[in-house]
């Protein structure tokens, strides 16, 4: 009696399952899937990410550091190659909360996860070449600077931080316990706010050249969306502010302020694909671009050591 009764509430299970979630039957090609990896080992290459953010944002805007914000919360190479950028105060004054912001993130990870401080911060190259080679910038004359102009700063900002928020889509899921899952989402959705900024801002002239050159912002947000798409290798999930029916919202628009998938979701990118975009090699095992010696942290040393490239 018990054994049947216990069948019955299995089968019952089952069906109520089956309501709720279909069955996923894609099966990503082998470069796009995530490498297993534990919730602690997550956060520890997140904060990698938050640090090189918090740094870049902080020292463009305003010309400091996380360790003049918070002495102490993070110990390790200097980052090199930023200057403070040529911003309108209103431009400044966001970036550099959106800098402050990320120092409040690796605080409330310190808080909450097994992470303690001084975090390590790995080595960073902010050089606007850097930008320029990840984003398929180079070659312009005259060159092209991140910190140039408020408009040249946006748009080399908006698809690094948009890869981040799509690496969070992905994150918060994985991680385990509802507390930890809960600042997961916390910190993907500040992410994704900010990206709303970003894009809104560059929305606003998305028809006008970027002085000094003649393409206009929906050509500069097509060409950075494209060159991220191919070195993270797993198809078109950044896109440009103006774009082809076939990637507007129902396939009946071609505006896109925000960038999303066919059913208008989050597009979603795993730790190799981040790194395969932030190195600039489109190979997540070999280092350079925004993180020239790599990350710390279990997970990055797990990737390198299976050749997860
Ligand atoms: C950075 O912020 C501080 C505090 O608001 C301010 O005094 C300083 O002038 C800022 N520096 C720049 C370059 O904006
Ligand atoms: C921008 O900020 C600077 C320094 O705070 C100030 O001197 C200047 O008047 C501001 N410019 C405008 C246009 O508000
Ligand atoms: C973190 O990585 C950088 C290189 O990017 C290295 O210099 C630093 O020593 C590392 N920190 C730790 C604690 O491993
Ligand atoms: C880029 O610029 C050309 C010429 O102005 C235009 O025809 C094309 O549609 C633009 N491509 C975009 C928005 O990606
Ligand atoms: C880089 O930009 C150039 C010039 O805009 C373009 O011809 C080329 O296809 C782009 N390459 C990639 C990898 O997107
Ligand atoms: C860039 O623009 C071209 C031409 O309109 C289009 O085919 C392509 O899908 C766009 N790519 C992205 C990533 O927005
Ligand atoms: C939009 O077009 C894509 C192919 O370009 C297709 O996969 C998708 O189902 C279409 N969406 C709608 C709502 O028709
Ligand atoms: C990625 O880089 C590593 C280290 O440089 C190299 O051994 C590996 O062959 C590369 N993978 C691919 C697919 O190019
Ligand atoms: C930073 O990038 C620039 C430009 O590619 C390069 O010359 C410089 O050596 C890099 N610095 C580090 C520390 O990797």
């Known amino acids: 009696m018990a054994s049947r009764s216990c069948l019955y509430a299995f089968l019952l299970l089952l069906a109520f399952q089956s309501t709720v979630i279909k069955a996923n039957t894609v099966v990503l090609p082998p ?35 996380i360790e003049d914000i918070a002495p102490g919360l993070v110990q390790g190479p200097v980052p090199t190659g930023a200057t403070v950028a040529n911003l309108d105060n209103a431009t400044r004054a966001a970036i ?8 409040g993130i690796l605080r409330a990870i310190v808080d909450e996860t097994l992470l303690r401080a001084p975090l390590p911060r790995p080595q960073l190259n902010f050089t606007a070449e850097v930008f320029n080679r990840i984003l398929n910038l180079s070659g312009l004359t005259p060159p092209f600077n991140v910190y140039g102009s408020p408009t040249q700063f946006l748009l080399v900002t908006e698809p690094l931080v948009s890869s981040l928020q799509f690496y969070l889509a992905q994150f918060t899921p994985s991680i385990a316990g509802n507390a930890l899952q809960q600042l997961a989402a ?35 947000t097509n060409t950075t969306a494209t060159a991220v798409n191919q070195l993270g290798l797993c198809g078109v999930k950044n896109e440009g502010l103006i774009v082809p029916l076939s990637l507007g919202a129902e396939n009946r628009t071609a505006t896109n302020v925000v960038t999303a998938d066919v059913n ?39 990737i390198v050591a299976l050749r997860q490239s």
Not at 39 to 50: C, D, P
Not at 96 to 103: D, T
């Open 31 to 65: 470069q796009c899937r995530p490498v297993p990896a534990g919730t602690l080992a997550r956060f520890e290459f997140l904060v990698n990410l938050i640090i090189a953010k918090a740094e870049f944002l902080l020292r463009s805007s305003n010309g400091t550091g």
């Open 96 to 103: 550099r909360e959106f800098g402050l912001a990320g120092v």
């Open 186 to 220: 916390g910190i993907g959705l500040t992410a994704a706010a900010q990206v709303g900024y970003f894009r809104t801002r560059l929305n606003a002239m998305v028809n006008s050249p970027v002085p000094p050159f003649t393409m206009t912002v929906a050509n500069f």
């Open 264 to 302: 208008s979701l989050s597009p979603r990118r795993t730790e190799r694909e981040v790194l395969r975009i932030a190195f600039g090699t489109g190979n997540a095992t070999r280092p350079g671009g925004i993180f020239p010696s790599g990350l710390n942290g279990t997970l990055y040393r797990l």
